[in-house]
């Protein structure tokens, strides 16, 4: 029987020989600080044995941000504690092959880009665009993490077209908009990960728009970095972000469903800041803006996501950081139920919001209940953000001596000691 060479033809794909292969896998761990190694006849095993033996988590996570696939896609038999993406049923192969665009193989779109050499044109810009669009159902259902290996491949292909191919002026244009788009989903992407990697993500997305003639595209860039520099304590380089984002914004004539997103990413640096009157009214202009956006008009892809859910979320953080907890439970309540289905990360993240304001506000038994609902998923997920706030849950359940609090806290160790 022939062996199913996945991961040759993945490679292959992406444009490297095996010794090109084993050094950028050597380069992506250091970026990734991952301590992970690998030869050349490791690779031979991994490529020739059927099936393949099982790499260290350590070498998957570089291994799927270089290729920008999961595992189980590249020929590997996956434990499902392994696997960075969820279950697959009958829906969700429907999903699969709208986010391959129909590849053979389980090879992903990104992987198959390297084509664009010699001549490309607005065909070639057109499935670039198509798989740019779905890092947000990516993003959506499984997080950052596997979304960011998907785009930094497709961020690779678009630059060696862009430093290679023929090309019009028009479609140079395009791929260098296309790479603009890209390096603020990377920026946001990135949020998940640390603090130094985001903040290079949100610098490069800044740069990169600044090169285009795009000022909402700059603004995009600007409001993300604002939420990466309030993590990282520059305040003032936040708030300095959000008001150069509002500027940028009003002289391209943004709707209102931009200047919404704005007015949230300035509430929530606001709010990390302990500024609690400009938090209120970035939020008063939040909901401003909100109650206008059904008549927007051409609202971009990345704007899209604002609406009810993330005021009601941001407002919650508002209450919860001035020390009202009580007050934020209705809010994070309701912006768990207005979410619909595909928005597994953001369900999660927010559920676990809501446990730990319960925990906060002394309803332990109900807190636990969505402690618990969050485990449900919460292996769907790829999210360092999820897992620190997941052990932060467990520290402070683990306090209360409550007998409602022992299984989730034991589920949340027993998680965590998976993941690292």
């Not at 960011?148 to 961020?155: E, P, S, V």
């Not at 000022?215 to 604002?226: I, M, W």
């Not at 302990?274 to 401003?288: F, I, M, P, V």
């Not at 907890?325 to 595909?342: D, E, N, T, Y």
Request: proline share 5%; charged share 20%; with cysteine.
């Amino acid at each position: 029987m022939a062996v199913p060479r996945v991961l040759a033809q993945a490679r292959r794909a992406a444009g490297y020989t095996q010794e090109a292969f084993v050094a950028e896998f050597r380069a992506e761990a250091e970026r990734l600080g991952a301590k992970a190694s690998l030869t050349v006849r490791q690779l031979s095993r991994w490529e020739n044995r059927s099936p393949p033996p099982l790499p260290y988590p350590a070498q998957q996570q570089v291994l799927e941000a270089v290729l920008g696939l999961p595992l189980q896609d590249l020929g590997f038999v996956v434990p499902q504690h392994r696997r960075t993406t969820a279950p697959v049923g009958h829906d969700g192969e429907v999903r699969r092959r709208n986010l391959v665009l129909g590849v053979p193989s389980g090879i992903a779109a990104a992987a198959l880009l390297p084509a664009l050499s010699g001549r490309v044109g607005a065909g070639d810009v057109a499935r670039v665009r198509a798989e740019l669009a779905a890092l947000y159902q990516v993003d959506h259902q499984h997080g950052g993490i596997p979304a960011q290996a998907r785009a930094a491949a497709l961020a690779q292909h678009i630059t060696h077209a862009l430093d290679t191919a023929a090309l019009t002026p028009s479609v140079a244009r395009d791929l260098e908009t296309t790479l603009a788009e890209l390096a603020c989903h990377r920026a946001w992407f990135s949020y998940d990960g640390p603090e130094n990697l985001a903040r290079a993500a949100s610098t490069e997305a800044i740069t990169t728009t600044q090169l285009t003639d795009h000022p909402l595209l700059q603004a995009r860039a600007l409001a993300t970095h604002s939420l990466v520099a309030m993590r990282t304590g520059r305040r003032w380089e936040a708030r300095s972000a959000v008001e150069r984002a509002h500027q940028l914004a009003r002289t391209a004539g943004a709707g209102p469903t931009v200047h919404l997103v704005i007015a949230l990413r300035e509430a929530g640096a606001a709010t990390r800041a302990g500024d609690q009157t400009t938090a209120r009214r970035a939020l008063s202009r939040a909901t401003h803006h909100h109650a206008r956006v059904d008549h927007d008009q051409d609202v971009p892809a990345w704007a899209r996501f604002a609406g009810q859910v993330e005021v009601d979320y941001a407002t919650a953080a508002w209450h919860r950081h001035g020390g009202r907890p009580a007050k934020a439970i209705p809010f994070l309540r309701a912006a768990v139920a207005q979410l619909g289905a595909g928005y597994t990360r953001n369900s999660t993240w927010y559920r676990s919001r809501l446990a730990i304001t319960l925990l906060e506000a002394g309803d332990i038994e109900e807190a636990c209940a969505e402690i618990d609902r969050v485990l449900d998923t919460a292996g769907q997920v790829a999210s360092r953000r999820l897992r620190s706030r997941l052990g932060e849950f467990a520290a402070a359940a683990a306090t209360t001596g409550a007998a409602a609090a022992t299984d989730p806290v034991d589920r949340i160790r027993a998680l965590l000691r998976e993941a690292a």
